[in-house]
């Protein structure tokens, strides 16, 4: 039994560091955007570029958008509430199951790890939704040097990072 959950955990150990550099070798995009305009109107799309006096977006078309009747810019995270849980269990689950794998008691290693893992899962869904809030930036009455950290922030959220 205890071989058979060593090579559990070295094939689940495995496929953390071999995964994550697979799935990073897709093109970079920039953030989703939503960008409030001072009349009340709303543009959406991603960030392509950030320019001298506007944002470039893409939304179907490229669209760009003047600085100067920009009220607000919302960069739209996506939610990593399922990633978090899904890290949490499986986190709870294997320090769990180290840890009760010398239980004298029958079935009390395997409701250590269910309680582990159902532990772990919440824990992580909860810091998963917390890492995954919206950002909001007010660039309406803000000094030039405000603006221009803001957009210095915004660059390296766009596609092309290094826009001339």
Do not use: W
């Not at 290693?109 to 899962?121: D, E, K, Q, S, T």
Request: charge should be positive; hydrophobic fraction near 45%; glycine fraction near 14%.
């Amino acid at each position: 039994m205890k071989q058979g959950f060593d090579k559990l955990v070295a094939a689940v150990v495995a496929l953390m560091l071999v995964l994550p550099g697979a799935l990073s070798a897709r093109e970079r995009r920039g953030a989703n955007i939503i960008v409030t305009l001072k009349d009340g109107h709303f543009s959406a799309g991603e960030l392509i570029a950030v320019k001298p006096d506007s944002l470039l977006l893409l939304a179907g078309k490229d669209e760009s958008v003047d600085l100067i009747g920009i009220r607000s810019i919302r960069i739209v995270i996506k939610s990593k509430a399922r990633l978090g849980g899904a890290c949490g269990l499986l986190a709870g689950a294997l320090i769990s199951g180290l840890s009760g794998a010398n239980d004298p008691l029958p079935g009390g290693a395997r409701l250590a790890i269910v309680a582990g893992a159902v532990l772990g899962g919440i824990v992580g869904l909860g810091v998963g939704a917390i890492a995954g809030t919206d950002k909001t930036i007010q660039l309406e009455g803000k000094s030039e040097s405000e603006v221009r950290k803001a957009l210095a922030y915004l660059r390296k959220k766009s596609r092309i990072r290094d826009y001339k």
